[in-house]
């Protein structure tokens, strides 16, 4: 596998597109996480029109996301601390089996038209604190599936599904929302989680590549956070991924805005554009895969773009041209995530991983609690544009002021790594691990 060190151009290479699929266990994960995602893009779409046309507000609408993610911004490190010390594919199978039930509930209360806004909060609740066991572990995991050289363009891939997902998920919820009703949506996503408890079962344990268990000790999650504050190929990528997280990734709310109040189309409307940014996604997704892992200050450019493209998305006069924009939207929303989440994967310890992840969770999704109320309160009050402007501009500024630190990360990786090179048996700062993966936390580029 070829390499790109900073200073270097990556090469674009085909054949690596999708070299992490030779391992079966992450194949059979890969699949099982495809169909389970695309009905819960399903569900999606039919949960914030449920919410929509329970209340008819863009704030409810944020603040419905906000309860589901609330136990993850509070509990999120306790959840990776757990993740580090437990069987990651154990706590799978429990945490999806979950997960299933609780969108069977949604279904059946709806079906039976009981459904109420406040059983909405309540269940959204209950997955709140099931994801911050899953989320942790699900993202750890990828690296116990595959080899070390192939773990950046699993981290890609697992991203690439994620939003082949969208693409369907979205399309089809939009479509059966609007046709036959809502209850449906959820059911189909009930039914989708068998797909990911079936590859876990089938998985060979003996291929799999566990990472050390920690031992139970006092203090181990301000010990990660101490790690964290202490690694700035880790801190840096971590303070974007919260401001754009907390302004910027909130389309569950701020779509269905746009495709209301601005386009007036309603359900079918946000899954179109919801498939379009996944396709989009895609795309952006299979050409970073291709590519080796990027230099550090990557992920500050892929901030950059990505922000001018939602600030398009929101300046767009009618859906055609909205549609184009967020053609742009999705392939900078999936470089930018997968160049943040193999950051981590890559820099952390093998012991710290879940902890690590935990806190990309906190950040990414665990922000929701408190940018989801403000997108949605600024779209309802303000505009539904002006929602979109809020995280393009702050997507936009965070990669300019990110960029100079990023970069002279960049020159000190090169300087570390032409001192090894000219001293063959030298050891990192970070010495070596006895895990499979590379302890790379101070010599790796973030990316």
């Known amino acids: 596998m070829h390499v790109a060190f900073p200073g270097s151009h990556p090469q674009f290479q085909p054949r690596q597109m999708i070299s992490s699929l030779r ?56 959840g990776g601390l757990f993740a580090d010390r437990m069987d990651k594919r154990r706590v799978l199978l429990v ?15 709806i079906a039976t038209g009981s459904i109420r806004l406040w059983i909405v909060y309540l269940l959204a609740l209950a997955l ?12 750890s995991f990828i690296s116990e599936m595959v080899s070390p050289p192939d773990l950046a363009n699993a981290v890609t891939l697992n991203s690439v599904a994620m939003n082949m997902a969208r693409v369907f998920g979205a399309a089809l919820g939009g479509v059966i929302a609007a046709a036959i009703g809502l209850a449906l949506c959820f059911g189909c996503n009930a039914i989708s989680f068998a ?14 590549f566990p990472a050390k268990r920690v031992a139970k000790e006092k203090g181990q999650v301000r010990q990660g956070l101490r790690y964290v504050r202490g690694t700035p ?33 309603g359900a ?22 291709a590519r080796p892992r990027p230099r550090a200050r990557a992920l500050c450019l ?54 690590v992840m935990a806190l990309w969770a906190l950040a990414w999704l665990g922000s929701t609690p408190i940018g989801g109320p403000i997108v949605g309160w600024v779209g309802q009050s303000i505009g539904a544009r002006w929602s979109l402007v809020l995280g393009g501009l702050a997507t936009l500024i965070c990669g300019i002021l990110a960029l100079p630190a990023l970069s002279r990360i960049d020159r000190r990786i090169t300087r570390t790594r032409g001192s090894t090179e000219t001293n063959p048996e030298g050891t990192s700062p970070e010495g070596t691990s006895d895990d499979h993966s590379p302890a790379i936390s101070s010599v790796s580029p973030a990316g």
Do not use: C
């Open 95 to 109: 945490t999806q089996t979950l997960s299933g039930l609780l969108a069977g509930a949604f279904a059946i209360l």
């Open 23 to 78: 391992e079966r266990n992450y194949r059979l994960f890969f699949f099982g996480q495809l169909i389970s995602v695309i009905g819960t893009w399903m569900q999606t779409v039919a949960q914030s029109f449920l919410v929509l046309d329970l209340t008819h507000s863009g704030t409810q609408l944020g603040l419905t996301l906000a309860v589901r993610f609330l136990p993850i911004f509070v509990f999120g490190p306790l």
């Open 195 to 208: 797909a990911v408890l079936i590859s876990l079962v089938a998985m060979r344990k003996s291929k799999l």
């Open 233 to 265: 190929e880790l801190l840096i990528p971590l303070v974007m991924i919260t401001v754009v997280g907390t302004l910027a990734w909130e389309f569950q709310v701020t779509l269905p805005l746009m495709a209301t109040n601005v386009f007036h189309g």
């Open 302 to 355: 892929a901030a950059i773009g990505w922000g001018i493209a939602i600030l398009a998305a929101a300046a767009a006069p009618n859906l055609a041209l909205e549609l184009a924009a967020m053609v742009f939207v999705g392939y900078g929303s999936i470089t930018f995530n997968s160049f943040a989440k193999t950051t981590l994967q890559l820099a952390a310890k093998p012991e710290m991983r879940g902890r």
């Open 128 to 139: 709140g604190f099931v994801n911050v066991f899953d989320n942790p572990a699900r993202q």
């Open 268 to 289: 079918a409307a946000y899954g179109v554009m919801a498939s379009v940014m996944g396709a989009g996604a895609v795309v952006g997704g299979l050409i970073s895969a």
